[in-house]
């Protein structure tokens, strides 16, 4: 079934049954070489890992996220280095970490060189560069530099522009569709897509605002209620924490629950509706399977777990969030399947700037993913890493190895991707309105640590994957030397985030 599907999608945002075909039979060989490739970056706000029908949510419908999905590669590990709004943006146009770009406070000091954004660099390889929606910042970037096309706005689901009255997705998707039709057709283009859905209005107390249409779906659902264990968290979570407040905004009755989050899945739906109407267009002109496509997010979010809302702090509902790359240049083995690979937002810059053949500057400290899933993958034994410095292909460095766990603890080789990340939080609010936080984070345990606090705790997450069961106390040795361990390491990985080293993290 054609993506022309999504077109009746322009009258109702109900999802459409059934399966969609993305590409055809068609895809790009990068031997045939003859036009760059398009990049399309679909990112959108407040989403965490599950929020996708393919991912497992047994309510949310995104038919069209889920073939991009079938047709592409599902990320399942994928995290963020911060949750929270600007600083994801902000590493997502610098490709560092906050500890590099230390854009911690909104509309302040935004300090990464104009001519070093992943949008001036794509314009200045001659892309044409375009933005709609959030940009995220509340700082103004130099428009000659990054951008062609620059339609900025967010804070609004409902907006009356002109004489009419516009939801917010239903603006993302007509500007989006306006930079495609408008834009040379001898040029290659670099698009985001920055949907302020599923943000709340923060202001409002009835926080999401779906569109009319889609008010029909999910009535006869049952959206599942975490257990409130507020009570588990650090002893400084007092009711002041915004996390705290936000949870009684949204989640404190069951009649509040179900209505805030059906409201949300609708949100949801409607970014998932977008994306099939944009898709089509590129298909209609022929530009699809010349097109790198990526769907992400900036941050996950709490939905009552924990007895939280939003975001900030390294739980597993917070830092992860969906990717699903569809890249013409895939191998055919790669298709459908899904990669448990710790990737991060750091990496989308290198993966789009390398995508348009744009070398990645040495400030950067991401990746490009597409290693991943292109020339047979990466198949590396993560063990054979050593304790030198090793250089990548742009001369940037790979850290050497955590010193125990027999090499397998690492920031990734030319043959091996990272297995372990550094975590941070830093925004400069209040530490009990929300506390800075930072974290070792792995597969099998999680490390936090409270900087304001100097507190500490210790997560197994392969036998306790919700973060309930703090070991940091524990006498069971195993958990004493793992603490240990991991706090020399953490140490490590963030002295290297805080360095000037030109260096992959």
């Excluded at 509340?138 to 609004?156: A, P, Q, S």
């Excluded at 705290?244 to 059906?262: A, G, L, V």
């Excluded at 979010?301 to 240049?329: C, M, T």
Aim: overall charge neutral; aromatic content about 12%; charged content about 25%.
């Amino acid at each position: 079934m054609k993506w022309i599907l999504a077109l009746c999608l322009l009258v109702s945002s109900q999802p459409i049954a059934g399966d969609y075909v993305l590409r055809g039979t068609g895809s790009m060989n990068e031997n045939d070489g003859v036009r760059p490739m398009n990049v399309l970056l679909l990112y959108a706000d407040d989403w965490r890992y599950n929020t996708l029908g393919v991912a497992g949510n047994p309510v949310v419908e995104t038919p069209v996220l889920d073939a991009l999905s079938r047709e592409g590669v599902r990320f399942t590990e994928n995290c963020v280095t911060t949750s929270i709004c600007w600083i994801s943006r902000a590493t997502l146009y610098s490709g560092q970490y906050l500890a590099r770009h230390k854009f911690k406070r909104i509309g302040k000091n935004f300090n990464v060189p104009q001519n070093e954004t992943v949008y001036s660099l794509m314009k200045k390889h001659k892309y044409t560069v375009g933005h709609v929606g959030k940009l995220g910042l509340n700082v103004e970037l130099n428009r000659r530099l990054n951008f062609d096309f620059y339609d900025e706005y967010e804070g609004w689901h409902w907006k009356r522009i002109g004489d009419r009255l516009w939801h917010i997705t239903e603006k993302n998707t007509a500007d989006a569709l306006r930079f495609l039709r408008e834009k040379p057709k001898d040029k290659p283009f670099f698009l985001n897509v920055a949907y302020y859905a599923t943000h709340a209005v923060d202001t409002d107390e009835r926080q999401y605002f779906p569109q009319r249409a889609s008010m029909s779906m999910y009535l006869n659902d049952t959206i599942f209620e975490p257990e409130d264990t507020y009570d588990k968290m650090p002893y400084f979570f007092s009711q002041e924490n915004e996390g705290r407040n936000r949870w009684r905004w949204r989640f404190d009755s069951h009649e509040k629950h179900q209505r805030m989050m059906k409201n949300y899945y609708r949100m949801a739906s409607e970014v998932d509706t977008s994306v099939g109407i944009i898709v089509d267009q590129l298909q209609k002109s022929g530009e699809l399977n010349n097109t790198m496509i990526i769907f992400t997010t900036d941050n996950g979010n709490f939905h009552a777990e924990h007895g939280l809302a939003d975001k900030w702090y390294p739980h597993q509902e917070s830092i992860r969030v969906p990717l699903i790359i569809n890249d013409p240049r895939m191998d055919d083995e790669y298709k459908g399947t899904t990669n448990d690979a710790f990737t991060l937002n750091v990496d989308l810059t290198a993966t789009i700037l390398s995508a348009a053949g744009v070398n990645v500057p040495p400030t950067m400290m991401g990746r490009d993913m597409s290693v991943l899933y292109r020339n047979g993958g990466l198949k590396g034994d993560p063990a054979m890493q050593s304790r030198r410095l090793a250089f990548t292909n742009d001369r940037r460095q790979y850290p050497p190895p955590a010193k125990d766990g027999e090499g397998i603890y690492h920031s990734g080789s030319e043959s091996s991707w990272r297995t372990e990340f550094f975590y941070e939080l830093e925004t400069g609010f209040r530490k009990g309105f929300i506390p800075a936080s930072e974290a070792l984070v792995r597969k099998d345990f999680k490390y936090f640590y409270w900087p304001q606090y100097n507190f500490e705790q210790l997560y197994d997450i392969r036998t306790d994957p919700k973060e309930m069961n703090d070991l940091v106390n524990s006498t069971e040795l195993g958990h004493q030397k793992k603490l240990e361990e991991m706090r020399i390491r953490f140490k490590e990985l963030k002295d290297l985030a805080h360095s000037d080293l030109a260096i992959i993290l």
